[in-house]
């Protein structure tokens, strides 16, 4: 594959993905125009209610791992995907031209062998490659509006499902059906440990996306922007994949 061809995949991967970020609106002035404050206003309640969920685990003391945990944490990631949805649209005119940012900053995981086998692997709906891809775009754009390392961000986001085997698979044979949840993030980082360089960051966005799911919290903010935008990616996929059969 050229260095053409295999860019031109990613920009695919990722405009099929572009309403998590972007509007449907065309004019440029009006991101930052009456659009601005309107979404600013609309986004405000979704994210007092994200972190009034946060809180209440907190709060009132609910065991990490309770059903009543997971589910305030999946109305938090909610809401977030609301935010990432209506804030983040007017930020998209500044996100679309630093595409070939993105691709210069993990090109070199793009284009390898080994990593460009999970194009042979099903993530839910799409294939794990198509995921990370669109994982990794959303958690660079997020962290770069935010002042974030969206160098790690970036990285971090498409090496963190880097598990080379069929998950389906492995649940079926797996009698606590929770094997893979809890595994696959270490194995993700043995191998990308195994043919990049990763840095201590990029190893806690790795091992860590998983939260709350899995028990390690994430030590750093980038940690965090990755483990909400593999959510809101496969949250965007599921329901694209719903309505793709409804069709």
């Known amino acids: 594959m050229t260095h053409f061809s295999l860019e031109a995949t990613v920009d695919l991967i990722i405009s099929r993905g572009d309403k998590i970020l972007t509007t449907t ?14 979404r600013l206003l609309v986004t405000i309640p979704s994210l007092l209610f994200a972190f009034s969920m946060i809180s209440q685990v907190f709060v009132k003391n ?53 990593f460009n086998k999970l194009k042979g692997y099903f993530h839910h709906s799409n294939h794990i490659y198509d995921h990370v891809v669109r994982v990794a775009y959303i958690s660079y754009s997020i962290a770069r509006v935010l002042g974030l390392d969206y160098k790690a961000a970036a990285r971090g986001g498409l090496l963190h499902d880097f598990f080379l085997y069929d998950w389906r698979e492995r649940k079926a044979n797996d009698i606590s059906k ?47 922007v990755v483990s909400i935008s593999d959510k809101i990616a496969a949250i965007h996929e599921y329901l694209s994949h719903n309505r793709g059969r409804k069709a």
Not at 180 to 186: I, N, S
Request: aromatic share 14%; net charge neutral.
């Open 25 to 38: 609106n065309s004019s440029k002035n009006s991101y930052f125009g009456n659009l601005w404050l309107l």
């Open 62 to 114: 609910y065991p990490l791992y309770s059903e009543t945990t997971l589910f305030l944490f999946l109305l938090a990631s909610l809401s977030c995907l609301h935010i990432g949805i209506f804030l983040l649209g007017p930020f998209s005119s500044i996100a679309r031209p630093h595409r070939r940012e993105f691709f210069n900053l993990t090109g070199d995981i793009l284009s390898h062998t080994e």
């Open 178 to 224: 929770s094997l893979h949840g809890k595994e696959h993030p270490y194995i993700a980082l043995e191998n990308a440990q195994k043919y990049f360089e990763v840095s201590d960051l990029e190893a806690d966005i790795i091992v860590k996306h998983m939260f709350p799911k899995t028990r390690p919290i994430p030590r750093y903010k980038e940690s965090f």
